[in-house]
């Protein structure tokens, strides 16, 4: 009697996108035996490109649904991944801890609610006399700072962990291609994924990972599903001035939605995604950095050394992610928005699970 894993090993399954969510779908299912083949043609211009990797999982603040389930079994699973996957680049790691921070009153007082109704020993809020406070206030010349502290959260580098996921997919022997997927369909139980070269890709199941074109090779008719576009966008900035050792920062922080990463002592990333549009406008360095009353004359001196951006999707009229069995063999995940490394691991757990039961 054969194995369930070479049972497996019969099935093909087609992942169309190539970003962290069709790779570590690719990650889960080649680990159960499955062949795979991943589809892109712009895997180098994909929107986890414009990913800056934190993750803000046991500090999100709702503490109920699907979302919060999401994070949930993602916080259990990520130390288990990363295990893993250090075998195949022993740097990768959670940089940790993660702060979030704000200079709006009402919002800080939710933070000191949430927290005080949590009980969660991880989480704290931090006082005047911290010294990330006492050296985030010093850096940026203001005095009303404040915010929280999640000793479990931090940060992913997404670069370090895309190629990762390369190493181990290249070591795996996944097919890659980069052909065009333009129209797909169900013939005598096998998919058809049809390339603008016209050729044809047979497979037992197709997943849709690639974003904002999903919903192309879709029948809207039979499936409403609509996904805006949203403008991730990050900037790598020098700055030139004595006085301000940016080292001196956490590791990594959040102020007013804002993310901010020192990269060394007068280098610092900033970067968000806010914006419903496909195109960055000209004024991002303004746009990314007015996220105080004031700002610090070293960040209004500072020079953009490298800036980068990608389009993501959400979803509208519903929650984010599209997580969704279209039909017999059709599984749609995709609509991330900001949180498509944090649930990768949950989100592939339940993609396997559902090819499992369509399959066997």
Same mark, same amino acid.
């Given at each position: 009697?054969?194995?369930?894993?070479?049972?497996?090993?019969? +099935?093909?399954?087609?992942?169309?996108?190539?970003?962290?969510?069709?790779? $570590?779908?690719?990650?889960?299912?080649?680990?159960?035996? $499955? %062949?795979?083949?991943?589809?892109?043609?712009?895997?180098? !211009?994909?929107?986890?490109?414009?990913?800056?990797?934190?993750?803000?999982? *046991?500090?999100?603040?709702?503490? *109920?649904?699907?979302?919060?389930?999401?994070?949930?079994?993602?916080?259990?699973?990520?130390?288990?991944?990363?295990?893993?996957?250090?075998?195949?680049?022993?740097?990768?790691?959670?940089?940790?801890?993660?702060?979030?921070?704000?200079?709006?009153?009402?919002?800080?007082?939710?933070?000191?609610? &949430?927290?005080?109704?949590?009980?969660? %020993?991880?989480?704290?809020?931090?006082?005047?006399?911290?010294?990330?406070? !006492?050296?985030?206030?010093?850096? $940026?010349?203001?005095?009303?700072?404040?915010?929280?502290?999640?000793?479990?959260?931090?940060?992913?580098?997404? &670069?370090?962990?895309? %190629?990762?996921?390369?190493?181990?997919?290249?070591?795996?022997?996944?097919? &890659?291609?980069?052909?065009?997927?333009?129209?797909?369909? @169900?013939?005598? *139980?096998?998919?058809?994924?049809?390339?603008?070269?016209?050729?044809?890709?047979?497979?037992?199941?197709?997943?849709?990972? #690639?974003?904002? !074109?999903?919903?192309?090779?879709?029948?809207?008719?039979?499936?409403?599903?609509?996904?805006?576009?949203?403008?991730?966008?990050?900037?790598?900035?020098?700055?030139?001035?004595?006085?301000?050792? =940016?080292?001196?920062?956490?590791? %990594?922080? #959040?102020? /007013?939605?804002?993310?901010?990463?020192?990269?060394?002592?007068?280098?610092?990333?900033?970067?968000?995604?806010?914006?419903?549009?496909? !195109?960055?406008?000209?004024?991002?360095?303004?746009?990314?950095?007015?996220?105080?009353?004031?700002?610090? #004359?070293?960040?209004?001196?500072? @020079?953009?050394?490298?800036?980068?951006?990608?389009?993501?999707?959400?979803?509208?009229?519903?929650?984010?992610?599209?997580?969704?069995?279209?039909?017999?063999?059709?599984?749609?995940?995709?609509?991330?928005?900001? /949180?498509?490394?944090?649930?990768?691991?949950?989100?592939?757990?339940?993609? +396997? *699970?559902?090819?499992?039961?369509? =399959?066997?």
């Amino acid at each position: 009697m054969k194995s369930l894993k070479e049972n497996f090993q019969k +099935a093909h399954i087609v992942i169309i996108g190539s970003g962290i969510i069709g790779k $570590f779908n690719a990650l889960e299912l080649s680990e159960l035996g $499955f %062949q795979v083949t991943i589809i892109d043609p712009t895997q180098l !211009k994909n929107s986890s490109n414009a990913a800056l990797g934190l993750l803000m999982g *046991n500090m999100y603040q709702k503490r *109920n649904g699907r979302s919060w389930d999401l994070r949930k079994q993602s916080i259990e699973l990520w130390p288990k991944w990363i295990t893993f996957l250090q075998k195949f680049n022993c740097e990768l790691n959670i940089e940790k801890p993660l702060i979030q921070l704000t200079t709006n009153k009402e919002k800080f007082k939710k933070l000191e609610k &949430f927290i005080c109704e949590i009980n969660d %020993q991880s989480l704290r809020i931090l006082k005047r006399d911290s010294i990330f406070i !006492k050296n985030i206030n010093k850096a $940026f010349q203001t005095k009303n700072i404040k915010g929280m502290i999640s000793l479990k959260d931090g940060r992913i580098n997404p &670069f370090s962990l895309l %190629q990762t996921l390369d190493i181990y997919l290249k070591h795996k022997k996944i097919n &890659f291609s980069k052909e065009e997927i333009i129209k797909i369909r @169900k013939s005598n *139980n096998q998919w058809i994924s049809t390339t603008r070269n016209n050729e044809n890709i047979k497979s037992d199941m197709v997943i849709l990972c #690639n974003s904002l !074109k999903a919903v192309d090779l879709i029948d809207s008719i039979s499936h409403n599903i609509t996904l805006k576009p949203v403008l991730g966008q990050a900037m790598e900035i020098n700055i030139n001035d004595a006085e301000v050792d =940016l080292l001196s920062l956490p590791k %990594q922080f #959040n102020i /007013n939605g804002k993310n901010i990463i020192p990269k060394s002592k007068n280098k610092l990333i900033i970067g968000s995604t806010d914006e419903y549009s496909t !195109k960055p406008e000209e004024n991002t360095f303004e746009k990314l950095t007015n996220f105080l009353d004031k700002k610090p #004359n070293w960040l209004i001196k500072g @020079k953009i050394s490298k800036k980068w951006y990608g389009i993501r999707s959400r979803p509208d009229g519903e929650p984010a992610p599209i997580m969704k069995n279209l039909k017999d063999g059709l599984i749609m995940c995709t609509g991330f928005y900001k /949180n498509g490394i944090l649930l990768a691991p949950a989100c592939s757990k339940w993609v +396997a *699970n559902e090819v499992k039961n369509y =399959l066997f």
